[in-house]
């Protein structure tokens, strides 16, 4: 059974930051393509972060240069580095997995992530 289960989320000061970690169990990670949304408030679910197929990565143009996706296939983990963190920052994060071939999606439960002074 595919799990995804994310942690690192909390209260942060504008400027702070944090390290989301996304551990997976169920799959080899290898075959699956990982990226990191959010979701605030009103707001719809989107990509903050993920790795390409072509082995690469992607940002959305509001976290370039703050955050950083990366992974630990020994750890079967996904991290998300996020720095110079913003009040706009505030949201659900979400681990999501998509097989390479099928494309079938896997989500985790999320994580609060929360800007404010």
């Known amino acids: 059974q595919v799990q995804l289960v994310e942690s690192g989320g909390g209260l942060v000061q504008p400027g702070g930051s944090l390290r989301l970690s996304c551990a997976v169990s169920g799959m080899f990670l290898s075959l699956y393509t990982m990226g990191w949304h959010r979701q605030a408030p009103g707001n719809q679910r989107e990509l903050v972060a993920s790795?390409?197929?072509?082995?690469?990565?992607h940002y959305a143009d509001s976290v370039k240069g703050r955050f950083t996706i990366s992974r630990d296939n020994t750890k079967s983990t996904v991290y998300l580095q996020m720095n110079g963190l913003k009040p706009e920052d505030t949201a659900v994060y979400y681990c999501?997995?998509?097989?390479?071939?099928?494309?079938?999606?896997?989500w985790g439960q999320g994580t609060q992530v929360t800007v404010s002074s």
């Open positions: 999501k997995a998509a097989h390479i071939a099928t494309q079938r999606d896997y």
């Open positions: 790795f390409t197929s072509g082995g690469g990565t």
